[in-house]
């Protein structure tokens, strides 16, 4: 697993979101980015956490950053989420996992005593200079813009 860390420069990825459209992290070149992984499209956790960063998303972009989230969900799966959820912001389909091993998240998963390999939910904000700012390993769902921010020290 090839592990992002604070400090290391973002991997210069590129993948397709909900409506084909290519999305490369070169595109967003001098403003912040928070990338989040998330595991699948429409459980709880992921729910919870997308509604979050949409309910302050304007506030996130008034602060300078854009949202970006990625999972191995297809595009058709990605549109429904979105659409249920008004999801303001894209979301990467990287059903050939390019994006998440480029970032590390993919490996091996505990969920009710069953061992699996799965994406793991894990948030990097990267800065103008593509460089990884902070990354968060226990994403908390129900508050995350507020963790994102403090950790930043950003209010």
Not at 7 to 12: E, F, I, L, S, T
Not at 38 to 67: H, M, S, V, W
Not at 130 to 142: A, E, Q
């Amino acid at each position: 697993m090839n592990k992002i860390n604070e400090g290391d420069k973002a991997p210069a990825f590129q993948g397709k979101d909900q409506n084909g459209n290519t999305i490369k992290l070169a595109d967003f070149s001098g403003k912040k980015v928070v990338l989040y992984f998330y595991p699948k499209d429409d459980t709880p956790g992921c729910t919870t956490e997308a509604c979050n960063l949409r309910d302050n998303y304007q506030l996130l972009q008034d602060k300078g950053f854009e949202i970006i989230g990625v999972s191995a969900d297809t595009e058709a799966k990605h549109q429904k989420f979105i659409a249920k959820y008004d999801l303001p912001f894209p979301l990467i389909a990287d059903t050939d996992k390019a994006v998440i091993n480029a970032f590390g998240v993919w490996g091996e998963k505990k969920f009710m005593g069953k061992v699996y390999d799965g994406i793991h939910r894990v948030t990097y904000v990267i800065g103008e200079d593509g460089t990884v700012l902070k990354r968060f390993d226990k994403v908390k769902t129900k508050a995350h813009t507020e963790q994102i921010l403090e950790a930043l020290d950003i209010n």
